[in-house]
């Protein structure tokens, strides 16, 4: 076991203009499952990729259990990775493909057999050891890429968007499956997806990258609930989190014609500019004070989002599954102070 | 479709396998054909005098079977030398962003409208020069040079179909550049390579302008035919035109899964 | 996908067929304008005048031209229409896509000897009609040009149309069964698809086919050699003359650049003529 330590990797891509990867560094501790989430061009596959030894840095250092590994080849690196693509190999059985790196490594045959048995059983794929990939489902054949990456018992796992191929209904079940898995073999993973919910459901923590830099990186509630940043808070949840534009006016919040009362924390930023934030779910329905034209109701089960038109802009809220509102029904809500959120307007960093 | 169209379908097909088919059968029953019933006329049109005489005389004839090992030496030593030159150029293609590369493919299409004709004449006297000139060295390297183009285009196709990620995941486990190429990437490249030889083999068996003026007795199996076309008798060549076909009816049935995307994409 | 981009790796993967390429394709075709141009006394055109005198020449021009011309067109209808023929799945496709193909693979030489086994004196076609009381008619002879240039036509279609076909299936693979179906459920008729949906996708697929095929058919000799001897002139057949036979390789060069001329204003004029209309797909 052992955790990655990655320092100020700088990568540009020869045919793009900016920087993949942008002075990025990250701790992953020991037995640690991170999560690298952003939107697609964010870079975070190029983290991966360096971290593997599949691409070289400009300059940065990675070290992986205190060894720095920046220049070594991936196979000298001692680590397993579940690819995008699966990467399974086509020529070969399913146990030939799990038993790869064990094979490459020149381990005897018998504890091979083990290990692949081993490794079929945790992934249901005992009955289909013999059979080649084209006679597999693809969740089938992404059982086999994981089971591929956990045989050979490496210090570190990296998975680079290893459920984006599933249909939605498998890539849950997988999940749930994915994270048992990983927590009971205690491997220091380091994870990529541009899956918000994938990326909070799984990680011990997550880093949220935006043009190859990390903008925040921490426990997924805290960084759902304290987005550091706007785009933080519009990247993480579904729906984003609702903003909109007020100016602090003596101690309270001016949003177009409505006045709110303004928190405290507030009293330093006065007759300024600010990004207001709140989540659909923090909005509290059917209470007196602010009010709004539904223009949109859509049941989901567990409860109804409604789009609401106020203060000249979109809202999102989230009612209970009992609510009932039709297009064109007015709707009292109101903001409880704790749900709200402020962001610098200019920098669109939290204040 | 109704059921007339369907029908007015499957006549169409029937007609082209016709006019593609019948001239085939009429060479081989020509060539499968005794001396004598050659001569009657009109010719029989079912085979109803099967012989080996004709196919046995063409064989035996001068520098037949001498035409036929230089065209077998000649294709097989050609489709070693594209190989060897062309795969590390189509695995570079398939695999590298690199300077260059855009008029280096220009350039490999490019050769394809260049005609035989205007390389074999200067060629000819380029090898008299070098002392190569009527040998089948000679023939293969024209050949080799014929063929090297489509050998990068389809090589490079066929490693574009196995991912890159495949021989990453390889090295990721433990394997070498080297070991991941061997293990992973040319056991499923090797039908397509195959193909892909067969091809340059059937190309070169084929060739008969450029293996005509680079040789004068060491020629090859088209050429020799060609060279004696006018003072032969007719049954002669009917052997030969079943000799040259028979290649391209193997070809054809092996390679069939590879044509569409040989000629039809790759080569576009 | 870009590793090994500053690498000199790539570079010498390709370096081995640069070499090559330019010691057998560049070399030999400069090598080769030089000889069509130099005489004892530096500088001539006497090849070129001496090409120009031997009516021959200008025999095979014509004759190449007239190829061409008929050829061409007859061959892009027969492709599309196997093509489309194919499309509607008929029954025994795999057999009937073979037997199309089988040509793909047979040398220019093997199909005039093919197809002489059909149009000689005493081939087969003159036996069918024998057996139907017709008579038979000397389809080769010198005196027949008609009948001549039908019998290189025919075999040059019969060979050389298959490249053609496996380009447009290809191409056809491309285009999607979905804008056909929307066509149809506008109310487009099987020809008006053919026509506004499907010729149009394939125009890039028929522009390459065309200039190889052009370039192809610009190259042809042996069909015409195995079937009419030296009645039926060629332009690369001519090359083979004066090299082989007449032992001038000056003015054998000649011609050949003649037919690399020919070839390049072919290429050009499709690529301007394809142009003009708006690129689809």
Redesign the interface.
Known sequence: MAGVTVSNLVKT???GSRRATDDVSLEVADGEFLVLVGPSGCGKTTLLRMVAG???PDSGTVTIGGRDVTRLPARERGLSMVFQSYAIFPHLRVRDNIGFGLRMRKIDKATITERVERAADLLDLTDYLDRYPAQLSGGQRQRVAVARAIAVDADVLLMDEPLSNLDALLRMQFRAELKKIVARLGTTTLYVTHDQAEAMSLGDRVAVLRDGKIIQAGAPMEVYDEPSDRFVGGFLGAPPMNFFDAVVQDGRLVVGDVSLEAPERLASWPDKKVTVGIRAENVAVDRPGLSGEVEVAEPTGAAVLLTVRWAGGELKIQAGAGFRAAAGDRVDFHFPGTGLRFFDPETGLAL | ?SRRE?IW??L??IA??L???V??Y??TL?ALSSRESL?E?????LPTSLSGETMSTFLKSTGIVGGLVNSLTIGLSTVVLAL???L??G???A????R??DP?QL?LLL????????????????FLDVGLYDSTYAVT??H??LA??TT?LITSAIFLGVS?EQEEAAMIFGASPFAAFARIVVPQALPGIAASAMFTF?LS?????GA??LTLNRRTL?AQ??AT??DSP?AF??A??LA??L???I???VA?RY???M???TL? | ??????SR???L??L???I??AA??L???L??IW?AFSGPDGFTTAWFSRMADDPYFWEATRNTALLIVVLIPLQFG?AI??AL??R?R????G????????????????AG??????F?D???L???L??LGLGSYAWLSFEHPGTMFLAVVLAEL?RAT??VF??V???L?GVPRDYDEAAEVFGASYWQRVWHVLLPQLRP?LQ??L??RT?LA??A??VA??LT?RNFPLL?GE??QW??TLQN?NV??A???V??AL??LA?IGYLRLMRRTPEVG
């Open positions: 891509y020869p045919s599949l691409e070289v | 479709m369907r379908v499957q169409g097909c082209v396998s006019f593609m088919g001239p085939l009429l060479i020509a001569n006329f009109p010719l029989p049109l060897l030159l062309g590390p150029a695995y570079a293609l695999r590298y962003a690199f260059g590369k280096y350039g050769t394809r409208a260049l005609p035989i004709v205007v390389l074999s004449v200067p060629l000819g006297r380029i390297l024209l080799t040079a090297l183009p990068v890159r059937v068996w084929n060739e008969v302008l005509s003026i088209p035919v060609l076309l006018a007719l060549r009917f030969g035109g040259l076909v290649p391209a009816l070809f054809i049935a069939r044509l569409l995307n000629w039809g994409t576009r | 996908m870009a590793t090994g981009t500053r790796g790539p570079l993967l390709i081995p067929s640069i090559f390429m057998l394709f070399y030999p075709l090598s080769g000889q027969l229409l196997m023929l194919l509607q008929p029954r025994l496709a057999l009937h896509f073979y037997i199309w193909v089988v040509p793909l693979a047979i040398s220019d030489l093997a000897l093919v197809w002489l086994s059909v000689t005493r081939g087969y003159n036996s069918v024998d057996h019969w298959s490249l496996v380009i299936v290809a191409g693979q697929s390459v086919a200039i190889l370039i610009l190259e000799f042996a050699q195995a001897g690369v090359t083979y090299y082989y390789p054998a060069t011609i050949a650049l037919v690399l070839s390049i290429a």
